[in-house]
């Protein structure tokens, strides 16, 4: 009890007489995770959007006007019963031409020309989340081709296809480039944790001298590096959310996400939890190995 | 309690700064290392204090052979020799109270021992008045005392000086070593690593002198000894 408060006073103690290198400390290590959770923020909400679009990729089933109804329904049914398909959903002739007015209102006159409905009606199928790739709409709209009552199929294929394409990219480059800034954050926290210990090298060779042990020197070290990373990972929370609520009322962040069904998002609570957990973890690791070099027993 | 048989040390291949170096000190022995500059004398005490291993030999202090030590075992061992500094080692913006208290927090000691322990040696030092004052307030001699202080604070059975006068003007030099001999008074053992010949000659003393890397012991007024 006596040792655990000696390591508290400790503790305290160097915070108190090393006042603005620790802050230093905590502020240049704040500033690196900001730049970290600056990109994992834009990453998430980028992935976020791309993800949304994925939502959008349908298979149009287009039927032949002749389709007789139990046609129609035993097609729908059997669509259905595909393992990949999330849903099916009919479109009549006259909801058809309805949206399609709607889309081209600007060119009204292009319906002059047609005398009655000249599209056909269609069943609007998505597939589930994990049956996204082009392969998975093939093999849908190849079964489904020829199909008595059926038209044609048609699906984005180049749509789909680049889409998956630049959603693997986010992906990769998101994991590149969150590991070398995860680098980045371990060695600027490695150097500024070192500077600190640098800076105790006299006391940690007097402490050695009285016939401390190892971990005598060491824990109340630890401690200061544990709570360094912890400061610094917070602080760079409130930074960022104080710059993401500011971005959040200024119309042209916002207007990067119109047009999208996402609206912009700070770190998930899971994304919270693990800078609160590495910051002291590396701020302790940080530690750990600089104080090694001084803790050698012979010359 | 002390025992040097056939200790070498050197910092190149074939060339040894310590040659075969062989003593024995008793219990409770005051006794001084001489030599000029380079000679060893601080290389030797770092053998005994165990920052540095010797290439070849063994050294028994207190029955243990502390050539074959393992680094584990090296902070308990040095918990038994208290080490004055030439130049001080002091952490200057804390307290003489927290200086000297220092050794004793590493032995986990409860605050009450700790204030009664540190009080009652800062009284044996003359620095009782002066305990709640940084170190980096005080001068010299007193930051000495402090050195003092804090190597004796838990009686260890055996004291190390390295330099300790190198500071200090003659005067403030002759109370130390009455300090330190209040110190064997009590039965601790005294090496003091010196080149002041006047603090030796004071003293009267028994000198363990080094010289070419070999050992020679004498009476700190007698004439030169024979190698031991």
Not at chain 1, 141 to 169: C, H, M, P, Q, Y
Not at chain 2, 60 to 80: C, D, E, H, M, W
Request: hydrophobic share 45%; with cysteine.
């Amino acid at each position: 009890m006596n040792t655990l408060i000696h390591f508290l006073k400790e503790f305290l103690y160097s915070l108190n007489q090393n006042k603005w290198l620790t802050l230093g400390a905590i502020f240049s290590s704040a500033f690196i995770w900001v730049i970290l959770g600056f990109f994992v923020i834009t990453y998430l909400n980028l992935f976020e959007i791309y993800s949304g679009l994925k939502e959008d990729l349908k298979i149009f089933v287009y039927l032949q006007d002749s389709i007789s109804t139990s046609d129609q329904k035993g097609l729908e049914n059997r669509l259905m019963e595909e393992k990949e398909v999330l849903s099916v959903n009919y479109v009549s002739k006259e909801k058809a031409l309805l949206d399609f007015r709607k889309a081209l209102k600007s060119k009204e006159d292009l319906f002059q020309d047609f005398d009655g409905n000249p599209l056909p009606s269609y069943f609007e199928v998505r597939l589930k989340q994990q049956f996204q790739s082009s392969e998975d709409f093939s093999g849908i709209a190849d079964k489904f081709k020829g199909n008595r009552g059926v038209e044609d199929i048609f699906f984005g294929k180049e749509w789909v296809d680049s889409l998956n394409r630049t959603i693997r990219f986010i992906q990769l480059m998101g994991i590149g480039i969150a590991l070398v800034l995860a680098i980045g954050v371990i060695t600027t926290i490695g150097i500024i944790v070192r500077l600190a210990v640098y800076s105790k090298e006299e006391e940690i060779q007097i402490l050695k001298y009285i016939g401390a042990t190892e971990w005598f020197i060491k824990a109340p070290l630890l401690i200061e590096g544990g709570f360094l990373g912890f400061m610094s990972a917070g602080l760079s929370l409130v930074l960022l959310y104080a710059v993401f609520l500011f971005l959040n009322q200024y119309p042209p962040f916002v207007s990067l996400f119109s047009g999208t069904s996402v609206k912009a998002f700070f770190l998930p609570p899971d994304f919270v939890a693990y800078f609160l957990i590495s910051g002291p973890l590396l701020g302790i690791i940080g530690s750990f190995f600089p104080l090694r070099k001084y803790l050698k027993t012979f010359s | 309690m002390i025992q040097f048989s056939g200790v070498y040390k050197g910092y190149r291949p074939n060339h040894y700064h310590l040659k075969d170096i062989n003593f024995t000190i008793e219990k409770g022995e005051f006794v001084f290392l001489t030599g000029s500059s380079g000679a060893g004398k601080t290389t030797l005490l770092k053998i005994l204090f165990c920052e540095e291993r010797p290439d070849q030999g063994n050294i028994l202090v207190q029955g243990q052979n502390i050539a074959r030590l393992k680094p584990s075992a090296v902070p308990y061992y040095r918990r038994n020799i208290g080490f004055i500094f030439q130049d001080f080692r002091l952490i200057l913006q804390k307290t003489v109270f927290e200086n000297v208290a220092l050794a004793l927090r590493v032995l986990h000691l409860s605050q009450g021992e700790i204030r009664k322990k540190v009080g009652d040696t800062l009284a044996l030092v003359g620095l009782e008045f002066k305990k709640d004052l940084k170190c980096l307030d005080l001068s010299g001699g007193e930051q000495q005392r402090v050195c003092i202080a804090r190597a004796f604070v838990n009686r260890p059975p055996i004291i190390l000086a390295d330099e300790p006068t190198g500071n200090l003007d003659f005067d403030l030099s002759v109370h130390f070593l009455s300090l330190l001999k209040d110190i064997q008074a009590r039965g601790t053992t005294i090496i003091v690593a010196t080149h002041n010949r006047e603090l030796v000659e004071v003293a009267k003393k028994r000198v363990i002198h080094i010289k070419e890397g070999h050992a020679v012991s004498h009476a700190s007024q007698g004439k030169s000894g024979s190698p031991l």
